[in-house]
């Protein structure tokens, strides 16, 4: 970065010459993310509002196009981390934000976790351990109050006030799970979200003859209703209920880009019930992004 250069072109930006400004704002969106300090001191040395309402626009547009940047390098990835994903997401909000602030949080919910973990235990009792830790001790829960909120679909903001959305909560319940060496993983359940924990060795070995995913579920989870054990008939009356064809993969895990895309869907629809149609613009270009040569994801 060209540190001289940057400071001359944004000490143009206040100019009144529309023509001059465009170029200005042009050569600047060119360059990446590493300049937005040097825009973000200018901003507090100036009291000029237009030229401060200019630069908070560039300062946005970068860091947009540096977010949809990270995000298509996570879905190339060979093995693209959930808990990474939800943090990108986040930061559409919070430009800022460290990854270390979320994956401190979970490392703490998961050292509670594993302190009350002892001998061996079932597949039942590791998840009642861990419904012990995030619900009656952390007390996390649906923003049932809050139901559009879009704070519900940021992880470091359901971290924080521990109220979330099905998507969220299920995001944060998985990884602490899977760092303990639990394999419980997200279902794309239509109007709500819902976990499995599947019997590892189904999974790797077919038994009995039967090769299909639905074998290899233990049981699922209902994270907003305090990470309730559930069974397969209690799925399918809920579909029955909302009236839903019964398809296989209301019943497996889904794939990680599945679970972002759905995160997406949800903060799409906040800022549309908010009428903020410029963020709810913004976000449908992530989502268009998750979407991007989907054959060819890992």
Known sequence: MDT????????????????IFSTVEG??????????????????????????????????????????????????????????????????????????????????????????????????ENIRIVNYILYDKYKFSRNSKELLSPTNNFINDVLRTKK???????????????????P???VNLPKNF??????????????????????SALFYINPINNGAIIGKKEI???????????????FTPCSNQDIVKRLLNNLRFSYESRGEDEKKKEVMELIMLIDEDKDQLV
């Open 164 to 182: 979330g959305n099905p998507v969220s909560l299920s995001i944060i319940y998985s990884a602490v799970c899977q760092s303990l060496g639990m």
């Open 194 to 215: 819902i976990l499995v924990y599947l019997d590892e060795e189904m999974t790797n070995v077919a038994k009995e003859g039967c090769t299909s995913p639905l074998c």
């Open 4 to 19: 001289k250069k940057i400071q001359a072109l944004i000490s143009l930006l206040d100019d009144p010459d529309v023509e």
């Open 27 to 124: 050569e600047l969106l060119k360059e990446q993310v590493e300049i937005v300090p040097e825009l973000e001191k200018a901003w507090e040395v100036s009291a000029d509002d237009v030229f401060q309402k200019r630069v908070e626009n560039i300062i946005h547009s970068i860091q947009f196009e540096n977010l949809k940047k990270e995000i298509r390098e996570w879905k190339r990835s060979i093995d693209p981390d959930l808990l990474f994903a939800a943090y990108l997401v986040a930061k559409y909000q919070y430009p800022e934000l460290s990854f270390s602030e979320i994956s401190d949080g979970i490392n703490a919910i998961r050292k509670d976790i594993w302190l009350e973990l002892s001998g061996p235990l079932t597949s039942l």
């Open 236 to 250: 399918e009356v809920f579909l029955k209920q909302q009236k839903l064809t019964f398809l296989d993969n209301y």
């Open 184 to 186: 419980v993983y997200g």
